[in-house]
C-alpha cells in the first residue's frame, strides 16, 4: 500500500512523529482536563485526534464527532447520538433497549447500514426545548456510563453556523456538570475557535487548556519520508526528502499529498528536478478551481489574496508598507476583504496571514 495517508488513519506505521503532543493529549483525558487544539489549517489535526484514540487505554471510550456536516442543532444531536452508539459501548439487543428507554420521551428508532450493519440512531425532536432536553439527557447518558470517556468535538466552530439561539450556552451549561469526561475541541476555522475560548463574554471562555498544533519539525519528517520510500525499494533520498519539506513549506497534508504522489510513480529515481515537475502539474490540475475562485471574490479581495500569497505570510496586512506595496487602497477597505476572505476560508490567521491552500498560492504567486 502507498504509506503517505492522505485522508483517515491507518496505524501508528504511517503517523509521522507528533509524540510531544500525543502525550499532552492523553495526559489531558486521562486526567479529565478540557483542551482547545488550535493550527494553521492542513497541519493535521484530525489524524492527531485519530492517533490519540489508537494510543489510549482500551477503558477510555474516546468519541469522535465530525460536526462539519451539521447545519443545526437537530443535526447535533444526531451526530452526537450516533457517536455514543458506535463508541460508548459494544451494540447489543441489551444496549438497545437500554438507549430506547432512557431516550424514550424522543421516540428513539434504530436503523442499520445496509452494507456494514452498522446502527443509526434518530431522535424525534420537534421544536428548540426537545432539543435542548435531548442534549441534555445525552450528556447524562454519558455521566451514568460509569466509564471514562473523551469527546471530541472537530469543526466545533461549526455550533457558530446553527440558527439556534444560545447553543454555546446550552453546551457549556452541561460540559460544566461533567468531573469526569474530557472535551477536546478543535476546528480548521482557528480565529473563529479562538474568539469561541478568548472572549470574555462567551460562555467557553478560558474553560480549556489550550494547546497549538505547530508544523512537524523537518528533523522528523525527513527520515520519515526517505524510510518509507527505502523500506518499499524505491529510490529517494534525504536530501531530496529535505527539499519536498521546504517547497511544501513543512505543511502536513501537502508534504502527505506530494509523497504519495511520487511514491505512485514507477520505480524511477526521485530528483529534486522530478519533485518541482510534480508540483507544477499538481498546481495545473486544480487551476479549474483557482479560477473559481477568482469568480468568488471581489477584485480588492483577489488583489489581497495575491498579495498574501506572494509574501507567503504576512504579519501586519494593514501596515502602510504591505498596503502600498501592492496597492491595496484603504485600510478599512483592506480589512473588510480579509475579514471576507477568512470566512470564506481562502486565508488563514494564526499568528501570520496566509493563504489556505498551499497550491493555491503557489499559483497565485505566478499570476499577474
Known amino acids: 500500500m502507498n504509506p503517505f495517508i492522505i485522508s483517515g488513519y491507518k496505524s501508528p506505521k504511517y ?16 486526567n479529565s482536563r478540557n483542551v482547545t487544539l488550535v493550527s494553521e489549517r492542513r497541519l493535521g489535526k484530525t489524524g492527531l485526534l485519530k492517533h490519540v484514540e489508537n494510543q489510549l487505554s482500551g477503558d477510555i471510550a474516546f468519541i469522535y464527532i465530525d460536526l462539519y456536516p451539521s447545519l443545526d442543532l437537530n443535526d447535533f444531536i444526531q451526530l452526537l447520538s450516533n457517536g455514543i452508539i458506535h463508541k460508548l459501548e459494544p451494540f447489543s439487543e441489551k444496549v438497545m433497549k437500554k438507549i430506547t428507554g432512557f431516550f424514550s420521551a424522543f421516540n428513539p428508532k434504530f436503523s442499520f447500514d445496509p452494507v456494514s450493519g452498522s446502527p443509526n440512531l434518530e431522535f424525534s425532536i420537534s421544536n428548540k426545548a426537545e432539543a435542548d432536553k435531548s442534549i441534555g439527557m445525552l450528556f447524562e447518558y454519558i455521566r451514568n456510563s460509569g466509564k471514562k470517556v473523551s469527546v471530541a468535538f472537530d469543526e466545533f466552530q461549526q455550533i457558530m453556523n446553527y440558527p439556534e439561539k444560545n447553543v454555546e450556552a446550552i453546551l457549556r ?14 476546528g480548521s476555522q482557528t480565529h473563529l475557535l479562538i474568539s469561541m475560548f478568548n472572549e470574555y463574554s462567551r460562555p467557553f471562555y478560558q474553560s480549556t487548556e489550550v494547546m497549538e498544533l505547530g508544523k512537524i519539525e523537518k528533523e522528523e519528517y525527513t527520515p520519515f519520508i526517505s524510510a518509507h520510500f527505502e523500506e518499499n525499494r524505491k529510490n529517494l533520498n534525504l536530501t531530496t ?4 519539506y521546504e517547497i511544501n513549506r513543512g505543511i502536513t497534508y501537502n508534504m502527505q499529498y506530494t509523497c504519495n504522489r511520487l511514491f505512485a510513480l514507477d520505480n524511477e529515481t526521485i530528483s529534486e528536478e522530478r519533485v518541482k515537475n510534480l508540483m507544477n502539474q499538481i498546481v495545473k490540475e486544480n487551476e479549474i478551481f483557482y479560477y473559481n475562485y477568482r469568480g468568488l471574490v471581489s477584485s480588492l479581495q483577489y488583489k489581497i489574496l495575491k498579495a498574501v500569497a506572494k509574501e507567503e505570510t504576512v504579519e501586519k496586512p494593514l501596515s502602510n508598507s504591505f498596503i502600498k506595496k501592492y ?8 480589512k473588510s476583504g480579509i475579514e471576507n476572505l477568512l470566512k470564506k476560508s481562502l486565508l488563514s490567521n494564526q499568528k501570520n496571514l496566509r493563504v489556505t491552500d498551499w497550491y493555491f498560492s503557489l499559483w497565485l504567486q505566478k499570476q499577474l
Open 15 to 30: 503517523f509521522c512523529d507528533r509524540k510531544k503532543e500525543t502525550k499532552r493529549l492523553i495526559s489531558a483525558i486521562q
Open 173 to 186: 451549561s452541561e460540559i460544566q456538570k461533567d468531573t469526569e469526561t474530557c472535551f477536546v475541541f478543535s
Open 241 to 244: 526528502a529535505e527539499f519536498i
Open 327 to 334: 496597492n491595496l487602497g484603504s485600510p478599512s477597505s483592506v
